[in-house]
């Protein structure tokens, strides 16, 4: 099974009408007889009520501009880092966001070509925008498009929020179709008409939409050819699906119909119509909803058994955990993670399903600590919550980019927009490097604490830049052994470095573009990056290139997580998209969309059941991975989320926010009572309940710090990372 | 005024980020983004115009016209605003990728690493020879005259090797990538340096050994070099010279 199957549509070569250029004399009667007044929409109050609306429907106020700022301007080749905002760059601080601005800026999908020059195409590329022959009367498709519009408010209402998915995918298309075939005033006076009218959450696109007014605008725009080529996904129930295919087929132009053939795909369904609230919550993205088959593959969510091995004693235990060792006979304490069930999770993939290195002795002994300190770990609920331990980076002045903390938390480091990276040392015991060679031949190599002696304590020091990149660096991840770093960074390249000597090891370079994230696999060897170039890779340290590429999303790549199995990759990306990718094949196996922004954090519950998502928009969304549903939505952050994170034990999720705070949500009280009948996880529709607010345990607020890193410790202690910005 | 400008503008628009027109009425929000705006855009605009003179003046008109301009920003935008590959090429080549198996990681191998010439382990450093030994063989002797100057101290050691099972001296529980050897490091010398016969091996005579300044860690480590005749040095076995066993190239992935 492939990626997805994008079968690139037929081109269909049109001859341009050839009175399109001059108006006509008299305008031909309207198709519907009617005045073409616009009427507002029943169900979509404008104004101030949509402000409102658009709050409930848990989108963020400021897109809800009655006119994106650019329309009013004269657009004459005018295209600006506004093309680079995937989110909200008249809200944008700065300084509170450096790596957005810094993408805005830099990385944008468009570029102007200004002076009327024309770039020869590459064939593929005008043979796509061909597509976009003329195909009708440019003056006439106001008509069309207002006739749709009012055929659709006429309709029931249980129809009626249904047939609203099409007018945003047309009123786009409609408007690229006229771009393309430079009818710039039609164009023009077609967007100010009905950009009004789209629902708020796809204000930021009609944004950079308004600015294309030129066929050149369209060439480079890699994203808009991606929404171009790949078909808009809109999911209707039969009944209002038949209606309206009687409408468009019965009237004697047939534009729109032609349009919808081409250009959408309508996924039809048997049952009742959706609500209002059911379609917002789920639509947004950049290619529509997923298709129901994209998210029916089977995925091994369940966790890869821990091998059994026994943590022996010792005498700093506490008599508490202990219940079989009496004082005088000390008994190897059996790891009782691993021997819980004896039968195969039929969730979990097989052991060997993908390779994965095996277990040293000091991976055992990481194990052994991990057992002992799972021990003592508090158990978190809505009344017992974790203390939460801030660590500020001061004097960063803007410039950190990336956090990440080693899973016994002994070390932090620290990615910065002057291409450094910088480690320190959590605990009291320094970093050190090794000895040099001629001293490590000096040292008594089978005495007990060898691994002691080869440090070289004149090197102790707290804190370890790191030279090496040409850009900021924005992913950092420690390896499950402490033994290496990964960075990767706007250059374009991943970087391994040793903790051991403090020095890079490796430049793995596939991306050519900006790398936004890096993660470790969980199991170690394996890693994941995702970049500018809309693709994530899977790379092993020891393979110069990389072993997968998931390509598939029609924007960046902004944040990558392994499942906990280390069997499958989530990738969050810019077109407002989750998926999940199987790192056995390279097959996406499930599309998330629901999300209004770019996703900036990812988190998978310990158990693999769950994906919690973060994006711009302030929302966390929760996914069942099994069913492929999203099975929750907690409201309550006003700015983006770029940490997420769940408790040891699964029972409380955070997430810390640009708005300065961090949140705690019930996760135990989110995922019990999930509705799973038949009726839904064929249909994919889930009534959501409104509980936000029972599920948010608690805000905390800092000294306007965003938050940028969030960390449970083996005991449930919550750590915290941000810059101290002072704006 | 030549566009220099802010060494930090100029250095972002070589790596090719979005080119645009100023539009006099955008304004953002925060006041670092105005200036890099602005910054930006006039240095754009200069270069282009400074292109568009050069290509003027080589077809000998008198003035800048649109034409100049009009070649100016294609030949800039040809060489320097690319964009990513497109979606079809994108999915074909993870097509190819994906199809290979994963492949089965070897036990027990050490720090797992790629090929050494795919690292940026390799010494890159050269001294300058304090002996001028003139061997027999070689015909020519050319002794580097590469001084480090700013290295008064001795190299780091750049070389990571291996270890081989029984030069291990450390057991297996620490996964260092450093050796841990106290041999001798015996570097190549590539054949196109002349070499030298050294008569002690002990003094620390340096040759063909290039410095990598990113890996001259606080603590710089001796390198002795045994002076080997260069002629078949690729034989050489350098034990700390990390070997896979299989080929080491993963050319054919």
Partial sequence: MAALPEEPAEVVAVKPDPDAGTPPQQPPPPAWGRPRAARPRAGQPTGAESGERCQSGGCFPQTCAPSPLMAAQDAEGFLCVLHLSRGRVSHCAFASSFRLAYKLLLYGNTFAVGGGV?????????????????????????????????FIECSLDCHRAELSQLFYPLFVHMYLELVYNQHESEAKSFFERFHGDQECYYQDDLRVLSSLTKKEHMKGN?????????????????????????????KQNNQIWNIVQEHLYIDIFDGMPRSKQQIDAMVGSLAGEAKREANKAKVFFGLLKEPEFDVPLDDEDDEGENEEGKPKKKKPKKDSVGSKSKKQDPNAPPQNRIPLPELKDSDKLDKIMNVKEAARRVRLGPDCLPSICFYTFLNAYQGLTAVDITDDSSMIVGGFADSTVRVWSVTPKKLRSVKTAADLSLIDKESDDVLERIMDEKTASELKILYGHSGPVYGTSFSPDRNYLLSC??????????????????????????????????????????GHDRVARLWATDHYQPLRIFAGHLADVTCTRFHPNSNYIATGSADRTVRLWDVLNGNCVRIFTGHKGPIHSLAFSPNGRFLATGATDGRVLLWDIGHGLMVGELKGHTDTIYALRFSRDGEILASGSMDNTVRLWDAVKAFEDLETDDFTTATGHINLPENSQDLLLGTYMTKSTPVVHLHFTRRNLLLAAGAYSSQ | MAPGGSAHVNAEWEKGMVPFRAFPGWRFHCQSLNLILKKAVWWYVTTILEDAKIYSSHAKKSSVDADDVRLAIQCRTDQSFTSPPPRDFLLDIARQKNQTPLPLIKPYSGPRLPPDRYCLTAPNYRLKSLQKKVSSSAGRITVPRLSVGAVSSRPSTPTLGTPSAQTVSVSTKVGTPVSLTGQRFTVQIPSSQATVKSATPTTPTVQNVLINPSLIGPKNILITTNMVSSQNTSSESNPLKRKHEDDDDYDNL
């Fill in chain 1, 118 to 150: 024309v770039v020869e195409d590459q064939p593929d590329v005008s043979a796509v925008l061909s597509a976009y022959n003329q195909q009708g009367d440019p003056t006439l498709y106001e008509e069309y498009y207002s006739g749709l519009k009012h």
């Fill in chain 1, 222 to 250: 890699e994203t808009m050819l991606d929404f171009r080529t790949s078909k808009f996904v809109l999911r209707i129930s039969r009944d209002s699906y038949q209606l309206l295919k009687r409408h468009l087929q019965e």
């Fill in chain 1, 489 to 530: 960074s706007e250059d374009g390249t991943v970087r391994l470095w040793s903790l051991q000597t403090f020095t890079c090891l490796v430049g793995y370079k596939g991306h050519n573009y900006p790398v936004w994230d890096t993660q470790f696999s969980p199991y170690g060897y394996y890693f994941v990056s995702g």
